[in-house]
């Protein structure tokens, strides 16, 4: 069984869509993440939820909104898609101060 | 700011050799150094992890060093085979589950 699940797993849009990531995890845990890894290969921590509660915002712009239906969905929604935003975005959870377990990824293209 | 430097951002060895990546950070309130595996296509997932309290940790043929005066962390990779060739990212954790990572180090090993 997969244990953190993305969707899709590759994304193709134009300028100024708006795109939707869904995120999956099945392993009971508390929190979970979004990193956005860049075509450097860089990862950063975009956001992070704990029990639907918003813990960490990294100056990302508000164009990105983490939506957490319940403890084991954490969805992305994306506004207003720019060039710069295409990237590797990955999903993760873990539990409190435990090992951050990672999706398989979605790789976004905005063209 | 890049909070943990990683080098080398490339590294090529031998079927047999040792593999060394460095990374150093500043922030002492930083409490735990994971080391992640990167294949291709595939999210980066937990190698070893070691705490500020202890100089060394060693899991099968990875080693992590830690030098807490120097605030600086490599891991070691023993008799290092194809199979290991992947992108390792060094990170620091920092309140709770709050992880900054290293930029990357591309790891080929030849036969």
């Known amino acids: 069984d997969t244990a953190v699940s993305q969707t899709p797993k590759y994304l193709v849009t134009q300028m100024g869509n708006d795109k939707s990531i869904k995120c999956e995890q099945n392993?009971?845990?508390?929190?979970m993440y979004w990193y956005k890894q860049d075509s450097k290969k860089f990862l950063k921590i975009m956001f992070s939820y704990n029990n639907k509660e918003l813990i960490i915002n990294e100056t990302v712009p508000n164009r990105f909104s983490p939506k957490s239906p319940d403890k084991a969905h954490l969805n992305l929604h994306i506004n207003s898609l720019e060039l710069g935003d295409s990237a590797v975005y990955f999903c993760a959870s873990s539990l409190p101060f435990g090992e951050q377990f990672f999706g398989p990824g979605t790789r976004l293209t905005v063209l | 700011q890049q909070q943990v430097k990683q080098s080398p951002q490339s590294l090529i060895v031998q079927k047999g050799g040792i593999s060394i990546i460095n990374c150093a950070y500043e922030n002492t309130a930083f409490d735990y150094f994971p080391w992640y595996q990167q294949f291709p296509g595939k999210g980066p997932a937990l190698l070893i992890a070691?705490?500020?309290?202890?100089s060394e940790k060693k899991e099968g043929r990875f080693t992590i060093s830690f030098n807490k005066s120097a605030k600086q962390f490599s891991l070691h990779i023993m008799d290092s085979q194809p199979g290991d060739s992947a992108t390792y990212f060094c990170?620091?954790?920092?309140?709770?589950?709050?992880?900054?990572f290293g930029t990357g180090t591309r790891l080929t090993v030849i036969p």
């Open positions: 990170a620091a954790n920092l309140e709770g589950n709050n992880l900054f």
């Open positions: 070691i705490r500020p309290d202890v």
């Open positions: 392993l009971g845990h508390d929190t």
